[in-house]
């Protein structure tokens, strides 16, 4: 990812988003007093659960747990990072950004807008070379090309390029008036190790320009002609282009993902031409890397049916599909509601990549192949068993356990026990032996890279830590002040000494607490929705915490907050006052193990603070 985004721009972005009117662009939103409630956007519910308040400009769904504000929601609906959250909100209000990138100069849209036009010329120089050009080389382009279908008027739909390298392309861009730094920063161009001159970064090279989603060139794809390594050359990460954020061909495809409401993922560039050409619109590849979640949430955006991923047959598309395993989380069940991706995989036949295919069987024997994939958790299960032969007790067991692995992710969902029993039926395994497997499995994400088990050892259940009734209790009392402190920012700034001074039994609220203070200490003017947004950046799960204040207990909702705060204030510290004099008294307990007036004080300090917790729980706010 390129750079920081000032916080400034942050604040302006945070200050143009009408959180009410942007989630109601997603679901429909109905005033109920001064807050607005809709049916939550992240799960299936029937009964509106999920809550705004326009004033904090927070929200909350009581159905999931889930809150923040408008960079979370962001974030959590579709799948992006807190800068690209704030780049798609930036978008939306018309706000240009500004960032850095490890201590360069700040990025802003002049920038950006001359390295677009870098790219651009660089796109119209290679495309007249390989049409015109009367070079050897750029005669054997031309002649790859055609060999690969891709001759007549493909060239020109799709700008293909010639880079002749030799510092032709560095002379061009310079006599347009672009500058050295103009040229590296788009990566079009490195410079030599002299430093003082610039060279070509492609050369000899079939060049495919690659456009963002409106259709402006941001980077380049070469093909070497002939032999040479890397294959294939891709532009580096630039502030224009993120290859965790591009999808080749998506300016040509999205129109038919829309009307068709299907993607269709293969892997190479020559493949979506090829299909395009072939009449297959709604195809694009991806840049050098394995489909990222990144991508599949910029698809979901066109496609709002479904998501195929088209895996070559030869050996690389066979490991890309096992990669692709590790998508499967809880987006693809039924419990995700209006958020669920149906992501689904077929592998072609024979080791034919798309492109030959279509060449041998046809565009409409494609097609067939495409409608006849299978959802991306059955893909997984389908692969397992098949490596294993079932004739045999030891096969259908090492068939049943790698199977069940693929549902790790999802091992809680309806889903996950549906299949669990289809494998059961298909290696010949009783039903209960299945899901008695399946809730002993770990989801991946719950576990280190270095805690992965080894393929053939016995995977424990997962254990939740059991508190008391009196801790559960406590660690409840602390995340209702956290929640209020981040609703009531005046409360927390007049109590601040309480978030210091509070022995917080959960970690997660102590670091809350921690994060609380220091914005406190940098911003007395902060704002809610800001408080909380720099919580969830230092604890991922601050954002549904701290937003539950925004409650639905209509006598709850009567008591004052002040009064609110007060009462948990005082319980927290009358439960922190028992603990340290419970701590003395075991202390006291072990009279050998202490000095005479070491005793003494010690008893002296006990006596003390019992008097004070007396008179604190006589005197504490009651509700």
Not at 246 to 275: H, N, Q, R
Not at 393 to 398: C, L, P, Q
Not at 500 to 522: C, G, K, M, N, Y
């Amino acid at each position: 990812m390129a750079g920081s985004i000032r916080p400034e721009d942050i604040q302006k972005v945070r200050e143009a988003t009408d959180l009410v009117a942007f989630i109601g662009e997603r679901s429909p939103v109905k005033q109920k007093g001064r807050d607005f409630w809709c049916c939550c956007p992240l799960h299936n519910e029937k009964t509106p659960s999920f809550k705004i308040d326009p004033a904090l400009q927070l929200w909350h769904c009581f159905g999931c747990g889930e809150g923040g504000d408008a960079f979370d929601f962001v974030m959590k609906t579709e799948g992006l990072s807190f800068p690209e959250a704030v780049r798609r909100l930036a978008d939306r209000a018309h706000i240009e950004i500004e960032e850095t990138d490890q201590g360069k100069p700040r990025v802003g849209m002049d920038v950006k807008n001359r390295l677009k036009a870098v790219c651009e010329a660089t796109e119209q120089f290679y495309h007249t070379q390989l049409m015109r050009s009367p070079a050897p080389v750029a005669q054997e382009a031309r002649s790859y090309l055609s060999s690969r279908d891709l001759g007549g008027q493909v060239p020109k739909d799709w700008q293909l390029g010639f880079a002749p390298g030799n510092g032709a392309l560095v002379a061009h861009l310079q006599s347009l008036g672009f500058s050295f730094a103009e040229m590296e920063q788009a990566n079009v161009a490195l410079r030599a190790k002299s430093g003082n001159q610039m060279r070509d970064r492609f050369y000899n090279r079939i060049m495919f320009p690659i456009h963002d989603v409106s259709g402006e060139c941001i980077a380049f794809g070469g093909r070497v002609i002939g032999q040479g390594e890397p294959k294939y050359l891709n532009s580096q990460e630039t502030p224009i282009f993120h290859k965790s954020e591009v999808l080749f061909g998506l300016d040509k495809a999205k129109a038919a993902m829309a009307a068709s409401g299907v993607a269709v993922v293969t892997e190479g560039y020559t493949d979506v031409i090829a299909l395009h050409e072939a009449g297959v619109k709604n195809v694009v590849a991806t840049l050098g890397t394995a489909l990222t979640m990144r991508h599949i949430r910029i698809l979901s955006r066109h496609a709002q049916k479904r998501i195929v991923y088209l895996f070559d047959g030869d050996e690389a598309g066979q490991r890309a599909a096992d990669r692709a395993l590790g998508f499967i989380d809880e987006s693809m069940t039924p419990e995700a509601g209006r958020t669920r991706i149906e992501l689904v995989a077929v592998t072609l036949p024979d080791n034919l990549d798309p492109a030959d295919f279509v060449k041998a069987r046809g565009v409409e024997a494609l097609q067939t192949l495409i409608d006849s994939a299978v959802p991306l958790v059955q893909y997984g299960i389908d692969r397992r068993i098949a490596k294993h032969d079932l004739s045999h007790a030891e096969g259908r067991t090492r068939a049943a356990k790698e199977a069940l692995e693929v549902l790790a992710p999802i091992k809680d969902s309806l889903l996950a026990k549906d299949y669990a029993r289809q494998i059961a039926g298909r290696v010949r395994m009783e039903e209960a032996d299945a899901l008695a497997v399946l809730a002993t499995l770990k989801p991946p994400r719950q576990m280190r890279e270095e805690e992965q088990p080894v393929a053939d050892a016995p995977q424990a259940p997962v254990r939740k830590k059991q508190f008391s009734p009196q801790e559960k209790n406590r660690r409840r009392l602390e995340a209702q002040l956290l929640s209020l402190f981040a609703k009531r920012c005046d409360f927390a700034l007049a109590n601040v000494s309480a978030l210091a001074q509070t022995q917080w039994h959960d970690p997660v609220h102590a670091r809350i607490a921690e994060v609380f203070l220091d914005q406190f200490s940098q911003n007395p003017q902060i704002s809610s929705a800001e408080l909380v947004s720099a919580a969830t950046a230092a604890v991922s799960v601050a954002g549904s915490l701290l937003t539950r204040s925004l409650g639905t207990d209509p006598k709850t909702n009567q008591i004052p907050d002040e009064d609110r705060v007060l009462f948990l204030i005082d319980e927290l510290s009358i439960g922190d006052m028992e603990e340290a004099i419970a701590d003395l008294r075991a202390q006291l307990a072990s009279p050998a193990q202490l000095s005479s007036d070491e005793y003494d004080m010690l008893y002296m300090t006990v006596a003390a603070m019992q008097k004070d917790l007396i008179a604190k729980k006589a005197t504490r706010k009651m509700l």
